[in-house]
């Protein structure tokens, strides 16, 4: 997480990336923060819960910080095997994309 965080500084910085591919992330992360939160208060109440292929979109557009953080100190979603394997190839998705329009921007 801290590398990705320095290559969108670091990129914002040299001009190889707009501010809209700092900023984006952030907001995403942090909606989708919210949204794991929500979904965990569903879990545990006995309420309609956010589908995981919403939480996977949520990721790979820019989200995944949030969704990681979430993970860690919620501690939703952070037990499945299955679910865990998705959301590190949406990480995977999301950084090859990024490097890709850094790239072509260079």
């Given amino acids: 997480m801290i590398a990705y ?3 969108l500084s670091w990129a914002f910085r040299t001009d190889r990336l707009p501010l809209q ?3 984006v992330p952030l ?5 989708t923060f919210v949204v794991y939160a929500l979904d965990k208060h569903a ?3 006995g309420r309609w819960r956010t589908s995981e292929s919403t939480l996977h ?10 969704a990681w953080i979430a993970q860690q ?4 979603k ?10 590190w190839m949406m990480v ?5 994309a990024l490097v890709a329009w850094w790239w072509m921007r260079a």
């Fill in 27 to 31: 907001v995403l992360s942090v909606i």
């Fill in 73 to 76: 100190t919620l501690r939703h």
């Fill in 5 to 7: 965080g320095l290559f």
């Fill in 92 to 96: 995977v998705l999301h950084a090859a």
């Fill in 57 to 66: 979109l949520l990721e790979l557009a820019g989200g995944w910080p949030g």
């Fill in 43 to 45: 879990a545990q109440t």
């Fill in 21 to 23: 591919a700092v900023f």
């Fill in 78 to 87: 952070s037990r499945k095997p299955g679910y865990r394997a998705v959301f």
